[in-house]
Structures are given as C-alpha cells and as structure tokens.
C-alpha cells in the first residue's frame, strides 16, 4: 500500500539555526499537509498546500514557517530560525481528493537545543 | 474556536469486551469525521471514516455519527490487547475547502488480557 514517506525521522538542531524536514505525498496526491504534534499534547494543524500554493495556515504557521514542492514529488517544511518552542514531531499528510481522508507519514522528531 | 472533545481516559478494558470511545465538536457544519489511532511515539492512522448520519461498520470497528447531537463515537468490538493505543477523533472544520483536521486530545485504551 502506497504511504506518506517523512525524512529525517529524528532531527536534533541548536537553537536559532534553519531546519529543513521532507516528506515524498502518496503519488497522484493532490492535497498536502504539515501538522505538528508538542508531546503530550494534540495534533494541531500547521498548513495546507494546493496546486502549488498555501491554501491555508494556522497562527502557528508565521514568517519563521515556510513550505515548498520544488520537484513534483517531495514536499518541504522549513523553519528559518528554530526556537525550542519548535520541539515537536511533525507530520506530514496528503490525500488524493477533497473528499478523501489524510494519510500521515511517520513523523519527524524535532529536538531543539 | 472550533474545538473537538474527547475524554483522556485512560479507558481500560477487558480482552473480548466491547470499547466504546466518543467525541463532541463544536461546529455545527462539519460534515467530515475521522478515527485515528496512534501508538505512542508514532503516528496517526486512519481506522474509519464517516460521513452520514448512522452507523458506519468496519471489521471489529463501528463508528457512529449523530449530526443533530454533534457526537461521534467509535466501538471496537472484541478488543484485544493490540488495540492498545490513543484514538484520535478528527473533524474537517466545515468551512474550510482545503480539509485542515482538528484533533482532540485523544482517548487512551487500554486492553487487559
């Protein structure tokens, strides 16, 4: 079965530097996600990506926040400068129609120092 | 501010007992809803979807849907030590065209042999 693939799974960085995390969507997807997930705490929606723009953004998702599908295949998440506020596990989803539910990949542990 | 509720639990469980775990939501016009289960450390997967009003059966899963109510419940049936984990109730919030999910906290079980 096709799955959302997310890349580093764990990612340790210091403070204030950018941080790059990757994921490949479910091929023939359309809709692509960012959602991020403070331990302990609930799944809370960071942004929306279609037809090669941000559909939606969440408060969480400010100027330090940016997203990119630069090859038709992977779909990124940047954040320029990270606080430990940032620490999270983030997850990537897609899904193919509007009406389609949204399949995660396994997350990438954030660890900021 | 669009809010999903679940009780924590823990809820625990007799091996070959039914589980019942439910959910409450906020806005009024949503009309997609979703049942993921996450063991710890990992992430979200999809075990039902609906959609209608009803009930919605899937292997040793129902879910139900009551709109008027807004209340949506997920029942395991036999359960068994393996589905051991988090439930998380996701909503597709009703006015968003881009299908953000807002989660609850989720629902510990916990399956006792």
Known sequence: ?113 | QKEVEQNSGPLSVPEGAIASLNCTYSDRVSQSFFWYRQYSGKSPELIMSIYSNGDKEDGRFTAQLNKASQYVSLLIRDSQPSDSATYLCAVKVGSSNTGKLIFGQGTTLQVKP
Not at chain 1, 62 to 69: C, N
Not at chain 1, 98 to 106: E, I, T
């Open chain 1, 1 to 113: 079965e096709p799955e959302v693939t997310q890349t580093p799974s764990h990612q340790v960085t210091q403070m204030g530097q950018e941080v790059i995390l990757r994921c490949v969507p479910i091929s023939n997807h359309l809709y692509f996600y960012w959602y991020r997930q403070i331990l302990g705490q609930k799944v809370e929606f960071l942004v929306s990506f279609y037809n090669n723009e941000i559909s939606e953004k969440s408060e969480i998702f400010d100027d330090q926040f940016s997203v990119e599908r630069p090859d038709g295949s992977n779909f990124t998440l940047k954040i320029r400068s990270t606080k430990l506020e940032d620490s999270a596990m983030y997850f990537c989803a897609s899904k193919g129609r509007v009406d389609q539910p949204q399949h995660f990949g396994d997350g990438t542990r954030l660890s900021i120092l």
